[in-house]
């Protein structure tokens, strides 16, 4: 069946524009979650959904960053904005309990 | 806070040579433990996990077992293939009933050469 997909795969961008990374989760999931991987810090949680219910926003880096989920399904992280720090590969997942993640392949973002 | 130590690379074997990758981890009560595989270039894959202390989880000839008297999950295989080249973590899911989020180990990167 088809997996967890993001779009784009790349995205170079200049310093201090705003960026959408998409992520469709795979069909039923009811839990999704981004995260960041970087070179200096490996892979950082950045923001949790799970149903209806609010998101947990604990390891967003700056209020820069901010992501919705529509119809229990879609997702777009929003970097407003951006800086050369920002420049990562930006990992989706998604799942239905705590023991089975599905990530996406990710998108890399490169801020110039 | 819980977190994951995991040996760090690069690693770097010949092929069918013995594979340990260690990883400890500091929990509050006794989490699921997973390893995940990153091949060049793709996603994020689950590896293999262990869901209670004592279990061993198997994949693709790789074997992890859940140790709470060393809290520990090392992952090892007997003899590694070319086609393993890739990065491991180590991962555990964030306390709390209601955190699904995971906390990955740095990273080892394998390099197997023929």
Redesign the interface.
Known sequence: GAG?SQSPSNKVTEKGKDVELRCDPISGHT?L?W?RQSLGQ??E?LI?F?GN?AP?KS?LPSDRFSAERTGGSVSTLTIQRTQQEDSAVY?C?S?L??????????TRLTVL | GDSVTQMEGPVTLSEEAFLTINCTYTATGYPSLFWYVQYPGEGLQLLLKATKADDKGSNKGFEATYRKETTSFHLEKGSVQVSDSAVYFCALPASGAGSYQLTFGKGTKLSVIP
């Open positions: 967890v839990a979650y995260y490996g892979l949680f949790y799970q219910s947990d390891g990992l997942a799942s309990d705590r023991n089975n993640q599905y990530f996406g392949p990710g």
